[in-house]
């Protein structure tokens, strides 16, 4: 899949500091797109600057902000559509995994799931359509494999998650007379420093022995979703929940294939 049609295209992601949202900017800048980085962490915010050295300054902008604050997001996004005059993409892909079980959950951590993980995509969809409706665009939520097959210690995440399922069909039908589609995917496990824990713990072979395909999700698997959400070759497609994650989700034997092989 090309990424030819995104040439001047305004793209808004969230969570781009690091991780896949980092990956996405990064592809989303020089595919020619006017990339737009949101997230919390200035310092994660000035080593991608440093990295990619943008050399097209009027196409990269980098705000250090928590979206889970609704007047940060409004001025935020009011600056990107003033600036450029449109919004086309916004990929809400900010998000935060802590593990806990209900019994011991605190208020800051409940809190905390639902407004990163549900909350702030809502803040950043509600600002962006003022900016979206006149072109039409795309507006693409991040869910998880955590919102549909459940693991304890992460039952906050896994129902802000789901949430972003059901708001995906709501908006799709609500926004679907300004020519803007809503999709959204729900990865498995991807290589990113959100799941280091794996690594750190050495539970590389006994995650994998979950998963059909036997190899964890890279950035690029799943920018090749993304982009093909966002292109013209999606333009029927609007409402789903696409997962993402190896045949994980498949079924109850994952491994039984692999030692008849
Ligand atoms: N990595 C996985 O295996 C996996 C699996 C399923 C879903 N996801 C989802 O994919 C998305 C991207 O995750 P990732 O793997 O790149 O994780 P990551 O932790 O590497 O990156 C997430 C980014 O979001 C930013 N962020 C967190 N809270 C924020 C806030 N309040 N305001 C602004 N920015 C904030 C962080 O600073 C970080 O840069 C997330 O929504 C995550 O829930 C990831």
């Keep these: 899949m090309g990424t030819e049609g995104f040439k001047g295209k305004i793209v808004v992601i969230t969570g ?23 997230d919390l962490n200035s310092k994660s915010l000035d080593e ?4 990619m050295g943008p050399t097209d300054s009027d196409r990269f902008k980098a705000y250090a902000t928590d979206v889970s604050d609704s007047t940060q997001v409004s001025a935020i996004i ?3 559509g003033k600036h450029f005059g449109k919004i086309d993409i916004l990929i809400n ?28 995509p809502m ?42 399922v059901t708001l995906t069909r709501v908006w799709a039908a609500e926004l679907a007379p300004y020519d803007i589609r809503v999709n959204c995917y729900a990865p498995g496990v991807v290589n990113t420093p959100m799941m280091s824990e794996i690594f750190v713990q050495h539970r590389e072979e006994s995650k994998l ?4 395909l036997r190899r964890f999700g890279e950035s690029e698997d799943i920018f090749k979703l993304l982009s093909f959400l966002c292109s013209e070759q999606a333009e029927y497609i609007t409402g789903q929940t ?10 109850q034997t994952p491994t039984i294939a692999w030692n008849k092989k």
């Excluded at 209900?102 to 951590?109: A, F, L, M, V, Y």
């Design 16 to 38: 781009a500091g690091q991780g896949q949202g980092r990956y996405f900017a990064e592809q989303f800048y020089h595919a020619g797109a006017a990339v737009s980085l949101l």
């Design 48 to 51: 991608v600057v440093k990295d």
């Design 78 to 80: 009011e600056d990107i």
């Design 93 to 120: 892909n900010a998000g935060i995994l802590h593990k806990s079980m209900i019994e011991t959950s605190t208020d800051d951590h409940i809190e905390l799931m639902i407004r990163v993980n549900l909350m702030a």
């Design 123 to 164: 803040y950043c969809t509600r600002s962006v359509i003022p900016f979206m409706k006149r072109e039409g665009g795309n507006i693409i939520n991040v869910s998880s494999i955590l919102a549909t097959f459940p693991n304890t210690s992460s039952g906050a995440y896994g129902a802000a998650k789901n949430g972003l």
């Design 209 to 212: 022995s979950q998963i059909p």
């Design 242 to 251: 696409i997962g993402i994650d190896g045949g994980m989700w498949a079924t």
